[in-house]
């Protein structure tokens, strides 16, 4: 079965920034709604972003908008999340998922996702 693949992640000081990526093969990228989840060490998996599959509709979670931005590049089968000024608090594995149908309603539900990356390691040391 296709799934995403994130990359992107490592090790990083407090106050850095770095840019994750999610891609795969077909259309599963390029042709659905695409969100961003985190899971910290001990913490349920957290919302983080999503994106609808034009790019026109981008959704954060709380507290997280003007430090996080998604995107994507459809022609790349691409979808990207910029995080900066990165806390030790950022620190968990970010994952990328994609869904097929309408998320207007549940978009920062794991739910809502068909298919689901391996995650990426993001480590802000202090």
């Known amino acids: 079965q296709v799934q995403p693949v994130e990359s992107g992640g490592g090790l990083v000081q407090a106050g850095g920034a770095l840019k994750l990526s999610c891609t795969a093969s077909g259309r599963i990228i390029s042709g659905n709604n695409i969100g961003w989840f985190r899971r910290a060490p001990g913490k349920d998996r957290e919302f983080v972003a999503a994106?609808?599959?034009?790019?026109?509709?981008?959704y954060y979670g709380d507290s997280l908008k003007g430090r996080f931005a998604i995107s994507r590049d459809n022609d790349k089968n691409a979808v990207y999340l910029q995080i900066n000024s990165l806390s030790p608090e950022d620190t968990a594995v970010y994952y990328c998922a994609a869904s097929n149908s309408d998320f207007s309603g549940t978009y920062h539900l794991p739910r809502g996702y068909n298919y689901w990356g391996q995650g990426t390691q993001v480590t802000v040391s202090s």
């Open positions: 994106l609808d599959w034009s790019g026109q509709t981008a």
